[in-house]
């Protein structure tokens, strides 16, 4: 029973691991266009990609701090909304990580086949 | 929509994060929240009420565990969150030392002019101002190691961990909300106290300082006031203790609040004690005098902590939190 509690969390902290660098390039290549927390959730989920709210929104403002990302305040329907969007740093970054991804996933392919 | 329980929600998590990022964070948060509840409400085609609310935050998660996503914890030996207050009372004691040192040289240059057959001699001064560094450099160090010990406790302070109800997060005006700040002074206080009574006796005294003899100081104990050191320590390690637990449990709870009221009445207790007892201090009639002003204070914080404890006998419902949390898990 306590074996089987850590292989699940063995697994669920090497998924989690192997998600959490994949995630960063999955969030700039959605933020050509400005857009703000939720709608890039439901933007992410509608492309597939299903990121918890406490993972995501900790991201962006991480990803803002490091330069990759711009954000402002707008208010809308009343409400203010912080929106982000992908800066030049963060385009260079996301093309250098892009030819990364493809690249590693072609070696991934070749090994599991 | 209430968004009260929103607002309960994002001043918890804003308490765990850093000062410097605390309102940006808060208020991005909020707005994050009111579009999931909303979207949620719309999906479901039902009002956006408590229970909706508990459920999604319930999903986003614990508020410490959120806070940590937004500035991870790392290890310091004071971290960002006490720094501020850390800075500040350094600075305090900076200004009280050079306040010190300032009254000492004016005090010196008007002697030296007044009478200049008893003027301060260099090594007069440089003992004075030894003193005053002896006492600052000491006092700094108590500070720091307090300060650390805080950070220490914070670090493991009680999660609300995965059993967690968001109905029973406390109010943002939540009284027994304590000020680090607040129980880092009064460890400090009880650490200097125990440390000058027990190891430094004869520094329980009236200062002052005079040309001709330098620095003085009176002592005020008598050697019988060991009699009571016991007591007095027993209570300092209490209190101490208490205010540790407190800092653990991130607020006070009814438990905590009536032992505040137990440590009251001994402090009572021993105050009468010195006060009746034989004579322990030099001066003692005058020294009596400013404890018996010390009693009437004690006897009326008791009384109004009393009043407090007996004006709201059920506990509050954040105080019983841990204890729906894992109802509601189970349900």
């Given amino acids: 029973m306590v ?9 669920e902290n090497l998924t989690l691991e192997f998600r959490r660098g994949a995630l960063v390039l999955a969030v700039l290549t959605q933020l050509h266009r400005e857009q703000y927390g939720y709608s890039l959730k439901k933007l992410l989920a509608e492309r597939a990609l299903e990121i918890d709210e406490g993972t995501l929104y900790p991201l962006l403002r991480r990803l803002e701090a490091q330069g990759l990302l711009r954000s402002r305040w707008r208010i809308e329907d009343g409400r203010p909304r912080r929106y982000y969007r992908i800066s030049s740093q963060g385009e260079q970054v996301e093309r250098e990580l892009a030819a990364e991804w493809r690249a590693l996933a072609r070696a991934i392919e070749r090994l599991l086949s | 929509m209430t968004t009260e329980l929103i607002n309960r929600y994002v001043h918890e998590v804003g308490e765990h994060l850093p000062a410097q990022m605390r309102a940006d964070v808060e208020a991005e948060l909020r707005s994050l929240l009111l579009d999931m509840v909303e979207e949620r409400a719309r999906a479901a085609g039902r009002t956006a009420d408590s229970d909706l609310i508990t459920r999604v935050l319930r999903e986003f998660g614990p508020p410490e565990e959120v806070a940590t996503r937004y500035a991870p914890p790392a290890q310091y030996l004071i971290g960002p969150r006490l720094f501020r207050v850390y800075k500040m009372a350094v600075g305090i004691m900076g200004l009280v030392v050079a306040a010190l040192l300032l009254a000492f040289f004016v005090a010196g240059v008007v002697q030296t002019i007044r009478n200049p057959a008893e003027a301060v001699t260099l090594g007069k001064a440089l003992s004075v101002v030894g003193k005053i560094f002896h006492t600052a450099i000491f006092n700094f160090g108590l500070l720091t190691l307090v300060f650390i010990i805080v950070e220490r406790v914070q670090q493991h302070r009680e999660l609300t961990g995965k059993l967690w109800n968001p109905a029973a997060l406390p109010p943002v005006d939540d009284p027994d909300r304590i000020s680090p700040a607040g129980h880092v002074f009064s460890l400090y206080a009880i650490l200097a ?59 006070w709870r009814r438990e905590t609040r009536w032992t505040e009221f137990a440590l009251g009445l001994l402090a009572i207790g ?62």
Avoid: C
């Avoid at chain 2, 520094?203 to 003899?213: D, E, L, N, R």
């Avoid at chain 2, 009571?228 to 653990?248: D, I, S």
């Fill in chain 1, 3 to 11: 074996a089987s509690a850590t292989q699940s969390d063995l697994r």
């Fill in chain 2, 193 to 251: 106290f125990a440390i000058l009574f027990n190891f430094y006796p004869e520094w329980v005294a009236i200062f002052g300082f005079t040309p001709k003899a330098g620095a003085w100081h009176w002592p005020l104990l008598r050697p019988e006031f060991k009699l009571y050191l016991p007591l007095l320590n027993l209570w300092w390690g209490l209190a101490f203790t208490l205010n540790l637990v407190v800092l653990r449990q991130g607020r």
């Fill in chain 2, 270 to 331: 021993i105050l009468l004690m010195v006060i009746l007892g034989p004579p322990v201090f030099r001066y003692d009639r005058i020294v009596k005098v400013v404890l018996i002003l010390a009693l009437i204070g004690k006897g009326m914080e008791s009384g109004g902590r009393l009043f407090r404890l007996l004006r709201h006998p059920a506990a509050a419902p954040w105080a019983a939190g841990d204890a729906e949390a894992s109802d509601h898990q189970q349900g």
